[in-house]
DNA sequence: CATCCGTGGCT
DNA sequence: TAGCCAAGGAT
C-alpha cells in the first residue's frame, strides 16, 4: 500500500534532489554527523560554507579533537547555538579516544555521543552507514502529518503515534529506506514547507489526505519564539564579544555595557584594546541589558562551557 | 514534558 | 515590517 508513495518519493528526489556536499558518496560518516548537527535548527544555506572550512580543517574527529573547544566554538561562527560546537567537540573527542576514531555505526552507538540525540543518531545511521533507520525531523514530521494524516501541521511535539506512523512507512530494505528518508525530508524543505506548500510541484498530491481534506487549517496556533530583550539575545552578543577578542574580555568593559552610562566608541576600544572589536561590543551595549540580567547570563555561559573565567577576564574555554 | 538555547533570511 | 521558523538536544 505505500509501495507507490515509496516510488513516487525516491523518483523525486533522484532528479530533484539538492547536490549538497554531504550527501556525496565520498563524505565521511564524520562529515554527516558535522553536517547533521549543524543542520539542527540551522538553514543549508548558512551551513554550507561553515561545513567547508571545518571539513578542510579537521577532515576527521580526532583533528578537531586535538583542538580546544574554544577553537570550534569560534569556527562555530553565528550558526548559532554554540553548545552545539562543544558537544560537537565532545563528541569528537569520545569518538578519537574510545573508538580508534572512527564513528559508531549503529544507531545505539551514535546516540551515545554528546549532542546526538534520536533525530542525529538516525540520520547518521541511515546517510553514513546505509542504514534502515526510522528518521524523524521537522520536515518528515509535517509530510507525515500532511499526506497521511490529513493535518496541516504535526503536533507541537512528537508524539508516540508519530513514531509508530514512520516507522509503518519506512520501507523494508536499506537502500530504498534511505532514500525514502532523505526523499520525505527534501520534499518537506522544498515542496511540501511550512507555510505556502508548492502543492503543484508535489510527487504525490494525489495521495495526500491533508489535500484531500479541502487542507483545513492548522488545529492550533505555534507559539513564537520570544527574543528581544531575552537572555538569548544578550548571551547571544556575549558569545559574538568573545568569539571576536583574541585575549580575555576584562568583566569591567561587560559589567560597564551594563550600565546606562553612555561608552563612547573611544574608551570600549582602549579598553578591550586587541581582546574584541567595537561592533560587537557596540551591540552588546545596545541591548542595554539590566546588571542582573548580565550577571546572570555570563553565569549560564560558565556553567554551559562555553566561556571561562580568567584572572584576565572571560574568554571561550582552552 | 515544557522550556531553554542563536541567528538571520524570508514573507 | 514584525513575525515566522529552520535536518534538535538536554534538562
Known amino acids: 500500500m505505500t509501495a507507490k508513495l515509496h516510488g513516487a518519493v525516491v523518483r523525486w528526489f533522484a532528479t530533484e534532489a539538492r547536490d549538497l556536499p554531504w550527501r556525496d558518496p565520498r563524505c565521511s560518516p564524520w562529515g554527516v554527523l558535522v553536517s547533521e548537527v549543524m543542520l539542527q535548527q540551522t538553514p543549508v544555506v548558512r551551513v554550507l560554507p561553515v561545513w567547508r572550512e571545518w571539513m578542510e580543517r579537521w577532515p576527521r574527529a580526532a583533528d578537531l579533537a586535538a583542538e580546544s573547544p574554544g577553537e570550534a566554538v569560534r569556527a562555530w561562527g553565528r550558526l548559532g547555538y554554540p553548545r552545539r560546537a562543544l558537544r560537537l567537540h565532545a563528541a569528537a573527542t569520545v569518538i578519537a579516544t574510545e573508538h580508534d576514531g572512527e564513528l559508531p555505526d549503529s544507531e545505539d552507538g551514535l546516540l551515545a555521543l554528546p549532542g546526538v540525540g534520536g533525530y542525529t543518531a538516525a540520520a547518521v545511521a541511515a546517510f553514513a552507514f546505509g542504514r534502515r533507520a526510522s528518521v524523524v525531523d521537522t520536515n518528515i514530521r509535517r509530510v507525515h502529518a500532511r499526506l497521511v494524516s490529513g493535518d496541516a501541521l504535526p503536533a507541537p511535539a512528537l508524539t508516540a503515534a508519530e ?37 503543484s510541484m508535489c510527487p504525490v498530491a494525489d495521495e495526500c489526505a491533508w489535500r484531500a481534506a479541502g487542507e483545513p487549517p492548522p488545529s492550533y496556533v505555534p507559539k513564537g519564539q520570544a527574543w528581544h530583550g531575552t537572555d538569548r539575545q544578550v548571551r547571544g552578543a556575549i558569545m559574538a564579544v568573545l568569539r571576536g577578542a583574541s585575549r580575555p574580555v576584562p568583566r569591567v568593559v561587560l559589567d560597564g555595557l551594563a550600565t546606562a552610562e553612555p561608552v563612547t566608541a573611544e574608551p570600549v576600544t582602549a579598553l578591550t584594546e586587541g581582546s574584541a572589536t567595537s561592533p560587537e561590543l557596540a551591540r552588546l551595549h545596545a541591548l542595554a541589558p539590566a546588571p542582573e540580567q548580565l550577571e546572570r547570563c555570563i553565569a549560564g555561559l560558565l556553567a554551559d562551557g562555553l566561556a571561562v573565567e580568567l584572572t584576565g577576564g572571560l574568554a571561550l574555554p582552552h
Open 163 to 199: 513514531r509508530r506512523l514512520a516507522e509503518a512507512l519506512l520501507p523494508d530494505d536499506d537502500a530504498t529506506s534511505v532514500r525514502w528518508n532523505a526523499g520525505v525530508m527534501e520534499l518537506g524543505a522544498l515542496i511540501c514547507t511550512a507555510r505556502s506548500p508548492k502543492c
